[in-house]
């Protein structure tokens, strides 16, 4: 069942990578600016704040933060991901979105597929211990986070083979004593996920079962981007794929970074703040690094 919840905050990673708008404007990084780290500064803000952009899992062996990554955070009076994470440990707080994870008027997995796609979904869940009967209900969405096999490696003490960036993080901050924020809800990001078909969402969790086959698959692809630092190679990849979700691209991404500028700007002013959100959302147009440019800061990319 913690694996479940778990899968209600990884879910979104891969819908921001569809998502990604293409970046043309001025206040859009370079390709000079790459990097995942970035200093806001300006705009009445009396000291500087940061913003990270994260990769929600990775393996173990993969993960890094660099020198300049912990002196920001080392600075920081609090620190802000997605949502907050702490919320995420409390099984009160989860129960009821729990309920929310399954799909209305007694939709099935099975509904939704043909008998050849769905036959490709019952076998992934068999390898990672997982019979798809127990899981008919549950919104595709959920179980493209839910079948991976790094789920299944995540959390398992020191021999864990994959970490999430948002885990360490936290860890962090809860060893440094600082207060941990949210940008948005959880209920808002579950929202979001019915406003997709669910027929929409079953043909996604096809082809991210059909792409993980693949040695140069989706995943490992970003993961070496990543690494790089290389936000214009990320967002290339993001606009390949974009058909992924269809008109949604507004309601995952865009719609999300643009609530989060007045937010973020309350929280600077507070105090300084390291903000710790998907990589995904950074780059382009309608990224949080241009919108944050947009409204009157300065961001200064951090290697």
């Known amino acids: ?51 990270f952009g994260t990769i929600h899992m990775i393996g173990k062996e993969d993960f890094f933060l660099t020198d300049a990554t912990k002196n920001s955070f080392n600075k920081a009076q609090q620190v802000a991901f997605e949502i907050d994470m702490e919320d995420m440990m409390d099984f009160t707080k989860l129960m009821p979105l729990m309920m929310k994870a399954f799909m209305a008027n007694d939709t099935t997995l099975s509904d939704l597929l043909s008998k050849e796609d769905y ?4 076998e992934h869940f068999e390898s990672v211990g997982l019979p798809l009967m127990f899981l008919e209900r549950i919104k595709p969405m ?8 790094d789920m299944f490696s995540m959390g398992n003490g020191d021999d864990s083979q994959v ?27 579950m929202s979001m ?10 043909e996604m969790l096809v082809e991210s079962i059909r792409s993980e086959k693949t040695e140069d698959g989706q995943f490992a692809q970003m993961v070496e ?7 214009q190679g990320m967002q ?59 409204a009157g800061y300065s961001v200064k990319p951090l290697r």
């Open 1 to 51: 069942m913690h694996k479940l919840f778990n899968s209600i905050f990884f879910a979104l990673l891969a819908i921001a990578a569809w998502a990604q708008p293409a970046s043309s404007s001025r206040y859009a990084p370079t390709a000079e600016e790459n990097a995942l780290l970035w200093e806001i500064s300006g705009n009445e803000l009396k000291q500087p704040s940061y913003l």
């Open 119 to 122: 036959k490709v979904v019952e």
């Open 142 to 149: 959920f179980l493209s986070a839910l079948g991976g096999e």
């Open 163 to 189: 970490v999430s960036y948002e885990m360490e993080l936290m860890q962090m901050a809860q060893q440094h004593k600082l207060p941990i924020e949210g940008l948005e809800t959880a209920e808002y990001q």
């Open 193 to 202: 996920f019915d406003s997709i078909p669910y027929k929409i969402q079953a």
């Open 225 to 231: 981007l990543y690494k790089n630092q290389d936000l």
């Open 236 to 294: 290339a990849m993001m606009k390949d794929e974009a058909s992924g979700i269809g008109g949604y691209e507004d309601l995952l991404l865009v719609r999300r970074n643009r609530n989060w500028i007045p937010v973020m700007g309350k929280m600077m002013k507070a105090k300084p703040t390291f903000f710790a959100v998907g990589a995904g959302h950074l780059g382009g147009d309608e990224g949080v690094v241009a919108l944050l440019r947009e």
